[in-house]
């Protein structure tokens, strides 16, 4: 049985993670962040000793990568090879630098997607990424896409401390040619730029009334 899903893209640093947290708690439903899966499969394939920038070798040896997510304390983990990746794990610099070149490789997208939708079996979901509207639920009715300005965005990228990695990745993510991050359609935009993360969260609620 496929529950109701919510939908949340957006770029980097726009403050959509928090929003989909927080809103997951508040409804009691399983927050679901799929760049944790994208990040789990890098470290995976970085594991291997493969360069992110080689299509080919990338697809070949994520092939060989079984990738589990568990449900814990209503959100997602992700699992590689039986091992639970910790947040040190997938937000490594080498992952950071490589998560972009992983997620371009069509192969690697179509089995994530894949995993994503029969995620729906567990419960409803709030799920966060790039093209969770456009491709991986484009028939929910509740899709979301959170932006914000670029000064603010590059102000939370600076107090991250990875400004450049982070405008790297929204650069191939924008441009890539399989499911580029756009603002999928019927979302509501919500621009989080002068919003606190109670507020955005409330701006989204107000919607889903
Ligand atoms: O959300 P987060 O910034 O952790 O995602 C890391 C990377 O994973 C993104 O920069 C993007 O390359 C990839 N990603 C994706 N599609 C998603 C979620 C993340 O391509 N649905």
Known sequence: ???????????????????????????????????NMYRAMTWAVLETGVDPADADAVQKAAAGVALESPVSEGQTQVCVNGRLLTVEDLNSDPVNRGVSLVARVPEVRARLVADQRAL????????????????????????????????????????????????????????RKTSPLVIPEGAVVIDNSHLTLEGAVDAVMAHLK
Do not use: C, W
């Not at 049985?1 to 997951?24: C, E, F, Q, Y």
């Not at 509207?133 to 600076?158: H, M, Q």
């Open 120 to 175: 729906a079996a567990i419960g409803p979901l709030v799920m966060e990424g790039r093209d969770i509207g456009s491709v991986v639920f484009p028939e929910s009715p509740l899709k979301f896409y959170i932006d914000a300005s670029e000064e603010v965005r590059a102000a939370r990228r600076r107090a991250q401390g990875h400004a450049d990695q982070v405008a790297e990745r929204d650069r191939l993510d924008s441009t």
């Open 1 to 35: 049985p496929a529950h109701s899903v919510i939908t949340i893209d957006g770029p980097a640093a726009s403050g959509k993670s928090s929003v989909a947290r927080i809103l997951a708690q508040r409804l009691g439903y399983t927050y679901v962040n799929t760049g």
